[in-house]
């Protein structure tokens, strides 16, 4: 077999507090580099919706912008990461956002030969958050994200990419909510960065800039990072 033909699933990590644009880099780059995201922040909103035990657990935790338990979030994930697709390898977004999540997450990756890859931190601001949060809501149909003020549809009402009509906001994304969502993050999931320099496999982008901007410097990384 040729050395150079990789074998094992690509394993990426975005890291970044909520408004960073994890969600809407990490759709960017599966499209481009034929990778599947996996958010646990989707997979918590769907057992919520769909009424599951975990969802139920769930649902009056993500609304004070607190943590779901790590118990909850890992079962959620390692399921996910069981199907099929993810062979294809994975961005997780919103995962691990404790050590007790990245510790577990380097045992499931070893159990099947694999490793991460890179953990990429996007760097951006606290008082810019709550703008980007509070503007920010997706197309009902596709999960395409948009907002009030940076990516509003190019025709009024209609989702550039699936052309549906019905529009959705997050429940959590609001100013109170997101406040809570911060200190979360700089209590809890912050010191992951720490974490993933130590394994040698962190990277930082800044964020703050244009959506393609970042876009572009982040494919930079993730295509040094598969070979
Ligand atoms: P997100 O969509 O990533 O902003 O996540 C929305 C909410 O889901 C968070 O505020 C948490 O309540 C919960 N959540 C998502 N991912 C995790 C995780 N890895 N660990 C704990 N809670 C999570």
Known sequence: MDAA???TPTVLI???PPGAGKGTQARMLEEQFGLVQLSTGDLLREAVAAGTEAGKAAKAV???GDLVSDGIVIAILRDRMADPDCAKGVILDGFPRTTVQAETLDGLLAETGQQINAAISLEVEDAEMVTR???RYTCAGCG???HDTFKQPAVEGKCDKCGNTEFKRRADDNAETVKSRLA???AQTAPLIEYYAGHGVLKKIDAMGQIDEIAQGLAGIVKGAMN
């Open 62 to 64: 993500m609304d004070a």
């Open 5 to 7: 033909v990789k074998t």
């Open 184 to 186: 979360a993050y700089h």
């Open 144 to 146: 395409e994200g948009f």
């Open 133 to 135: 949060i509070s503007g």
């Open 14 to 16: 975005l890291l970044g």
